[in-house]
């Protein structure tokens, strides 16, 4: 179905003629009428299916902006991801009067002030700021929002950021939408979900099929001590556009980033540590492919739409089943080709076995194969997160003393 078949706002065709986008994608087709309709919606399909526009097109087309009020609030879990959601409001609200902006932490928050008490329509924000501003200001008022996102619903839902969650539709009192979007669905947020949305539409694609179809699973079986040299080698006779390699931990990342400069020229390396101003460049120079290969932290594991990046390579086994989806989600999207290459250690072997199992994952593999068949015991969920248990603010996310040091560093 063609963009031009829908009643939309002339204006919001236009600028959609600009982008580039003539049809919609499946996912953007079965959630349009109910979005418009004002339904809750709990919206799944798989990673880079085009969900942000999805979302943004027809909540722009059902803003009214001769009034002056916050009536869309987007919530999404890290700041990179707001400020990309933002850009594609802007892009998409381009010509129609109507005035998105996102907030976020790591940057002034008086700024941010003056921009909201002058015009806002749709607010994007990470959970953290928007509190900030809730208990400290009066610059946010939400009694005029009338639909509620979350963008990455389960990572929303989960320790660490349900209490956040909780606070701001304690502050939402009065009657709205809520739209959940995600590529993964752990039945573990059923329950939640029962709470968060009233008789939603369920909109559920390709659930037997988590990773775009375009997207080729490659593993490599080798010694922990051997890890890095098979990385290099993987790295020197790839060919290899722009790829990301992700890292358990913050001093994990470092590490390898520095083995890494030795071998090759242009690398990057982004993790919660760094200075809003630091993050924000090295994510702009990838984007704008100044930089070959990023090492990451889980920082950069959700949502993020790097169209250029050909590989994703997990060199640290990733924790949580959902989390190999999201990571290896960042290549393959749109119907592009990527290739995930993913190394495994002994350790690793129970829960990539039941990994493939869920995921319906055909492996390649690189050297020697592994015996899957003779592995029986899977060990739990290796990420120590669980769902539902509530924590005091401030929030670091998720210590568990047994993976104390193998902890994923916070998302936002
Ligand atoms: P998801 O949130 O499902 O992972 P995104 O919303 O980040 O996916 O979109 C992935 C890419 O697809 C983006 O680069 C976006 O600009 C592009 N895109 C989205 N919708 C369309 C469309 N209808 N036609 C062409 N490109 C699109
Ligand atoms: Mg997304």
């Not at 919206?43 to 902006?65: F, H, N, Y």
């Not at 990773?211 to 080798?222: A, D, E, K, N």
């Not at 590490?255 to 030795?262: D, G, S």
């Not at 990994?355 to 055909?362: A, P, S």
Request: charged share 25%.
């Amino acid at each position: 179905m063609k963009f031009s078949e829908l009643d939309l706002k002339p204006e919001i065709l236009k600028a959609l003629t600009n982008m580039g986008y003539q049809d919609l994608t499946p996912i953007q087709e079965k959630t349009f009428s109910p979005i418009l309709s004002g339904r809750d919606l709990l919206a799944r399909a798989e990673t880079g299916s085009g969900k942000t526009a999805a979302c943004g097109i027809p909540l722009v087309q059902m803003i009214d902006p001769s009034l002056n009020a916050i009536q869309v609030l987007i919530l999404v879990p890290t700041r990179e991801l707001a400020l990309q959601y933002v850009e594609e409001i802007d892009n998409i609200a381009k010509h129609t009067g109507v005035a998105p902006f996102a907030i976020f932490g790591g940057f002034s928050m008086e700024i941010q002030k003056a921009k909201l008490r002058d015009r806002v329509h749709l607010l994007v924000a990470t959970p953290g700021r928007l509190i900030d501003f809730l208990y400290n200001t009066t610059a946010v008022d939400l009694s005029s929002v009338r639909t509620l996102v979350l963008d990455e619903a389960d990572e929303m839902l989960k320790m660490g950021f349900i209490e956040d969650i909780d606070f701001i539709m304690s502050s939402m009192i009065h009657k709205h939408q809520t739209l959940f979007f995600a590529a993964t669905m752990p039945n573990e947020i059923d329950r939640l979900i029962s709470v968060y949305l009233k008789e939603p539409i369920r909109v559920e694609l390709n659930k037997e099929q988590l990773s775009p179809q375009s997207l080729v699973h490659h593993f490599q079986y080798t010694d922990r001590h051997d890890r890095l040299n098979a990385l290099i080698q993987y790295l020197k006779r790839e060919k290899i556009s722009q790829a990301l390699i992700f890292c358990n931990s913050r001093h994990h990342g470092e590490k390898l980033t520095k083995e890494l400069e030795r071998k090759f020229k242009s690398i990057g390396y982004i993790h919660g540590g760094l200075e809003q101003w630091k993050r924000t460049s090295i994510f702009e120079r990838f984007r704008q492919k100044k930089i070959d290969l990023m090492v990451a932290t889980d920082l950069a594991g959700r949502g993020l739409d790097f169209s250029h990046v050909s590989h994703v390579i997990n060199y640290d086994y990733p924790f949580g089943q959902e989390s190999y989806t999201h990571r290896t989600g960042r290549t393959g999207r749109m119907g592009r080709s990527g290739i995930a290459m993913t190394f495994v250690t002994d350790q690793e072997l129970g829960v990539l076995k039941s990994m493939l199992k869920m995921n319906r994952i055909d492996p390649v593999w690189h050297g020697n194969i592994p015996n899957l068949q003779a592995v029986h015991k899977q060990y739990g969920r290796r990420d120590g997160k669980k769902f539902f248990k509530k924590r005091s603010r401030p929030v670091s996310r998720v210590e568990s003393p047994q993976l104390t040091g193998m902890i994923p560093t916070p998302l936002s």
